[in-house]
């Protein structure tokens, strides 16, 4: 299928690995030149060489932190207001509800809430001048049902939500859209280290909790980047102008609900 988005201009942040990676790549394969975005400048321009090397499209790379203000000032001056903006970042850490204090909840909200609302705010008003934008917001599976060991991402992540609910009504009139990506468990270097705490915990091999958590899950597996990827093009193509302010769930059908 033709996404209809050759030569659209995106910024993906945290791109150099994993679920961002996977957006970055089908981009790229729909014909989207990219600004990629990574702390680590190593792997970021490893991964940008070989997308330019695969698709042939235009790759800026910004090695920074997407969580802080200066981070922020810098990718949004290598895009120069995109056309399809992508947003990402790492995820909090694991541990239970009493092991939290203001600042590790402040710095969750930074990373998973309050970043993608600033890029947000920033790219929006670009978008809405020229009639025609895509916003994808990678968020969890923890939105639609909470994930007990993971109660910072809960928590900031459903605050976004509830932010793009009520902006994305705001913005479509305008041609723009927003939605949100909610991954289940993925193959990525995320899920290998959520794989090494239950193993430490349970004093089980990684492949065992690994095992575990696949027999849990009606796919019976995990999710890949590249699908998760295309879902992402999807939803930033010419086709999905009418999906607005969607919650859309990657997880192979573990988050056991009828809608
Ligand atoms: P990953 O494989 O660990 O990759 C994370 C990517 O983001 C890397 O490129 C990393 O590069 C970059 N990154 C991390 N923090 C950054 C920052 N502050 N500024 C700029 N770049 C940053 O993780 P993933 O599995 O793709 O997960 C992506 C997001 O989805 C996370 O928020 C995760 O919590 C969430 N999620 C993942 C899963 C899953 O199963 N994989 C499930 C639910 C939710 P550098 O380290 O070099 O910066």
């Not at 993906?12 to 981009?27: H, M, R």
């Not at 192979?252 to 809608?259: D, F, K, L, P």
Request: proline share 4%.
């Amino acid at each position: 299928m033709d996404l209809g988005i050759k030569g659209k201009r995106a910024l993906v942040c945290a791109s150099s690995k994993g679920l961002g990676l996977g957006c970055a790549e089908a981009l790229a394969e729909a014909g989207v030149d990219l600004v990629m975005n990574a702390r680590g400048a190593e792997a970021l321009e490893a991964a940008a060489e070989d997308i330019r090397t695969r698709f042939g499209v235009s790759v800026t790379t910004v090695a920074c932190d997407v969580t802080t203000a200066e981070g922020q000032a810098e990718v949004l001056a290598a895009a120069d207001t995109p056309d399809i903006l992508v947003t990402n970042a790492g995820g909090p850490p694991p541990g239970i509800w009493s092991d939290w204090d203001r600042d590790d909840f402040i710095r969750a909200l930074d990373s998973n809430m309050l970043t993608p609302i600033a890029l947000m705010k920033a790219c929006l008003p670009a978008m809405m001048d020229r009639g025609w934008g895509r916003v994808v917001n990678i968020t969890s599976q923890s939105v639609k049902a909470p994930i007990p060991a993971l109660g910072l991402s809960n928590a900031a992540r459903t605050g976004l939500t509830g932010y793009v609910a009520g902006t994305a009504r705001q913005v479509a009139p305008s041609g723009v859209t927003i939605n949100n990506l909610l991954p289940g468990i993925h193959d990525t270097d995320r899920a290998v280290s959520l794989d090494s705490g239950v193993s430490r915990q349970q004093n089980i091999s990684v492949e065992q909790a690994r095992e575990q958590r696949e027999g849990t899950i009606p796919a019976r597996r995990y999710g890949t980047r590249a699908e998760f990827g295309a879902t992402c093009a999807f939803l930033c193509s010419q086709h999905a102008g009418f999906i607005v302010g969607q919650n859309v769930l990657l997880d192979g059908g573990a988050t056991n609900a009828t809608i």
